[in-house]
């Protein structure tokens, strides 16, 4: 079976950064979970569906059809044919996302769509509940965590860069509203899998973080890594 190198935490944490660091190091293709979760929500908005009516979400996301393919050593996911690039990174899906990646439906969905992507070849996911729900049968675990006027201020510089006009304070708010309905859901919450490695990335830069994470995976998954006989 393809292997699964699992990165949950919170946002702005650093997890695509890393993820896609350590994809494109060990020939992993980069997934990231949260865009099937905006996705969602994209589609919700419009289709003018109340993302605080669990039900009506719920309808819309048995309906939804989601496709991917491989682009650039990450997975690309479009809805109903189109892919929505970075309209799913706008301040209103981040105003929206929280109320519909609780709903147990879209995240029962979403669990089997990544599943399903394992199918691609060798995956290097980050999420929220990668490890804990999603593949907890993998070896190959991580929490990635950083203080959040850290997070605050790489996501503001993050979207400063796409054209997105945002204060840090708005960013702010935004990511501890996220915090406190991700870690507080009943379904799938926020939390350090069961024998995850936490990382604190705060004040280490990406690489001392690559080394952290390649100095746990399993031996096997690093052949170049690994010195020869």
Not at 109 to 120: G, I, S
């Amino acid at each position: 079976m393809n292997r699964v190198i699992a990165i949950d935490g919170p946002s702005g944490a650093g997890k695509s950064t890393v993820a896609r660091a350590i994809g494109r190091a060990l020939g992993f293709l980069h997934v990231d979970s949260g865009a099937l979760y905006r996705i969602v929500t994209w589609q919700a908005l419009r289709y003018g569906v109340d993302c605080g009516d669990e039900t009506a979400v719920s309808a819309l996301v048995e309906r939804l059809k989601v496709t991917w393919r491989v682009c650039d050593g990450g997975v690309v996911c479009a809805s109903d044919g189109e892919e929505p690039g970075e309209a799913i990174r706008q301040p209103e899906i981040n105003a929206h996302v929280s109320p519909v990646s609780k709903v147990p439906a879209v995240r029962a969905r979403v669990t089997a769509w990544l599943r399903e992507m394992r199918q691609l070849g060798h995956l290097v996911v980050e999420g929220r509940d990668i490890g804990s729900v999603v593949f907890p049968d993998t070896p190959a675990r991580f929490y990635l965590d950083a203080d959040p006027e850290e997070r605050a201020r790489r996501r503001h510089l993050e979207e400063i860069g796409k054209g997105i006009s945002q204060s840090r304070d708005a960013v702010l708010a935004s990511l501890l509203k996220r915090d406190r309905i991700d870690s507080t859901r009943v379904n799938a919450p926020l939390r350090v899998a069961d024998g995850a490695c936490v990382i604190d990335s705060t004040a280490i830069p990406v690489e001392e973080v690559l080394r952290i994470m390649r100095d746990r995976l399993p031996p096997e998954w690093l052949p170049s890594l690994t010195p020869q006989p």
